[in-house]
């Protein structure tokens, strides 16, 4: 057996996430990582099912290298022997053994790293490993991640080398009940490091989070803050944004925070017509960071979404962080493009982002190419909302969504939840959640994609109504007639009951086809059944007085294992605009024909 020693106090320390990583000094650990299949957690648990690193242990930690370890005679778990999977990818779609997989993997990767400047801090930065994750630097636990979309970061300054770091990580992506989200699911659990991993140097005090936005109400007054990571805490800030000449001076306090407040006067708002963004430059005396950000108002009028004060209706799509032709999760600045390309291709001004927090790339982009954003916490369905420990789990991905985003202008709506079932602990469950992100983050809009009932008396009788509804900005609900409910010519025939006086989008409705299947518009699974609902329900929705937005279910066909009738879903969701080979199908051109409509009435 691998005979290790585990130090009782280690001396790293977990961080909190890092504003901005992609704007600093990095250097990338993307690539191929050796890798165990490790189904019984073997390397983790000794033959007690005692976890190894709980109590430190002589003989504890299978896994924890022997680059790191003393050597033992028995090495059953040789790293060095090992195949290769690519990181950020998820292993799912890296292997075939591995279709189906959900348990634990073991990663490592050895790398050299020499510090640019001796003095300066280290840390490790994962953007994503789905969905609890264990990180080990040279034989010592920097500590355990839970949460399969969000970014996390450890200090690593007092272990790391010059050369031959083992940075050892085990990825279990084992669903469960308590989890966020929870066993069941209508999208595939693809496991794995699922998103870029860096080492990021930064000075002994450092820039690690502002907030740079408009203030709720105003068009002319940036608020916000900076804070500072380090021992000196009490420092000038500057903050400038050259193209608009302005330079602003702050005095952080001794917790390392300034709050911020810039008046602004000519500026070009950012809009999906002109996505203007400036370049900010934000600097203290030990360290300096950039970053272009948008600035633009979101608010709700009534039944009215106003950007920049003017209407806005939401011509939106829903999007799984799929790539369906190469398969697999999608990860990358590329992946992104493609998605919301076909986004803007559906002259969408809007995407939904479900049904949990997408990669960094995705806001970013959006920026770029000027889409409004809705993005999610991972609370779907039926997860267990008289657990604290769950709520605590959803508030930490929801906080750490917003702390990665909040600067984005194209973030407009926060979301709690898609399709939870009412009681009376899931709306304070909710109700909670939401404070959170109102405390976090007044300058953006609340929502939850709702339910709809049926008024039992009457079948064509909807009714949206909500004990949480009251708590959101905007009235999203998900609503399937013509496909779950009826054929789609019901849609013809119902009448909504919506009492809000708030701005009313309809976070999802759709129905299956499979691209290239084709007959008549009553053939389910068929190109036309899809088409015709398109048709009918974009006339139906356009009858409910307060219709502000729409985001379709969905942009491309995503991999789920509740969709198992052969040769047509074959483990495929096949709601899809865009099917597995990437062509469109034909309900796509309704849509867009729809939105080029749409454009011109809220000129
Ligand atoms: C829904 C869910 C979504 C599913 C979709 C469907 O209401 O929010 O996750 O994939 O329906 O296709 O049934």
């Not at 001794?254 to 999906?272: C, F, L, Q, R």
């Not at 004990?467 to 025939?493: H, M, Q, R, S």
């Not at 299956?512 to 398109?534: I, P």
């Amino acid at each position: 057996m691998l005979v290790v020693s585990l130090a009782a106090t280690l001396q790293v320390s977990a961080q909190g996430i890092i504003t901005n990583v992609l704007g600093r000094n990095t250097f990338s650990l993307n690539g191929k990582w050796n890798y165990i299949i490790d189904p019984y957690e073997t390397g983790y648990y000794d033959y007690r099912y005692e976890p190894y690193d709980k109590n430190p242990n002589p003989s504890g930690g299978y896994f924890l290298d022997k680059h790191a370890q003393n050597k033992s005679e028995l090495l059953e778990y040789d790293f060095d022997k090992c195949p290769t999977l690519m990181v950020p990818k998820d292993w799912n779609s890296q292997d075939a053994r591995l279709l189906y997989y959900e348990g634990t993997i073991w990663y490592r990767r050895l790398f050299d790293y020499k510090k640019s400047n001796p003095a300066n801090r280290v840390f490790v930065y994962f953007g994503a490993a789905n969905y609890e994750t264990d990180v080990y630097l040279n034989g010592k636990k920097l500590g355990k991640h839970i949460g399969g979309f969000t970014p996390f970061t450890y200090e690593i300054t007092s272990l790391l080398k010059d050369e031959k770091n083992s940075l050892v990580v085990k990825v279990d992506n084992k669903r469960k009940r308590e989890g966020v989200p929870t066993l069941n699911t209508d999208w595939w659990n693809y496991g794995g490091i699922t998103r870029d991993v860096m080492i990021v140097e930064l000075p002994v005090t450092f820039i690690s989070d502002y907030f740079i936005q408009l203030k709720k109400g105003s068009k002319n007054l940036i608020t916000g803050y900076v804070r500072l990571d380090g021992i000196d805490k009490n420092q000038k800030i500057k903050i400038e944004i050259p193209e608009l000449k302005t330079v602003a001076e702050f005095t952080t306090d001794k917790n390392g925070v300034a709050d911020i407040s810039i008046p602004v006067k000519k500026y070009e708002a950012w809009s999906p017509a002109s996505p203007k963004l400036y370049q900010v430059n934000v600097s203290c005396e030990t360290d300096k960071v950039s970053e272009k950000i948008g600035f633009r108002t979101i608010e709700t009028k009534g039944a009215d979404i106003l950007l920049n004060g003017k209407p806005v209706f939401l011509r939106g799509i829903c999007i799984h962080e799929e790539n369906p032709i190469r398969g697999g999760r999608a990860y990358s600045k590329e992946d992104a493009q493609m998605l919301l390309g076909w986004a803007k291709e559906l002259n969408c001004n809007y995407v939904r982002l479900a049904h949990y927090p997408h990669s960094e790339y995705m806001a970013r982009l959006a920026d770029e190419m000027g889409i409004l954003v809705w993005e999610e916490n991972p609370v779907y369905w039926t997860i267990l909302w008289d657990n604290q420990a769950t709520f605590e789990n959803a508030k930490t991905q929801l906080s750490d969504l917003i702390t990665r985003d909040k600067n984005r202008a194209s973030v407009i709506i926060w979301s709690m939840a898609n399709e939870t079932p009412v009681s009376e602990a899931r709306t304070n469950f909710l109700k909670n959640l939401a404070g959170v992100a109102r405390s976090l983050d007044s300058t953006r809009l609340i929502s939850a994609a709702m339910e709809v009932h049926t008024n039992p008396g009457d079948p064509l009788t909807k009714i949206v109504e909500d004990p949480f509804a009251p708590y959101v900005d905007i009235v999203n609900f998900n609503e399937y007639v013509g496909w779950y409910d009826g054929l789609p010519e019901k849609c013809d025939k119902i009448n909504w009951v919506i009492k809000y006086n708030k701005p009313v989008m309809i976070s999802e409705f759709g129905a299956d086809a499979l691209q290239g299947l084709h007959g008549d518009s009553l053939s389910r699974w068929t190109e036309e059944y899809q088409e015709d609902l398109y048709k009918r329900t974009l006339k139906m929705l356009s009858k409910i007085p307060q219709f502000r937005g729409v985001s379709p279910w969905i942009l491309c066909d995503f991999r789920s294992p509740r969709r198992v009738l052969p040769n047509i879903q074959d483990g495929w969701n096949r709601k899809g605009l865009v099917g597995e080979n990437g062509t469109k199908k034909k309900a796509f051109f309704v849509l867009k024909n729809f939105y080029d409509q749409q454009e011109q009435k809220y000129k």
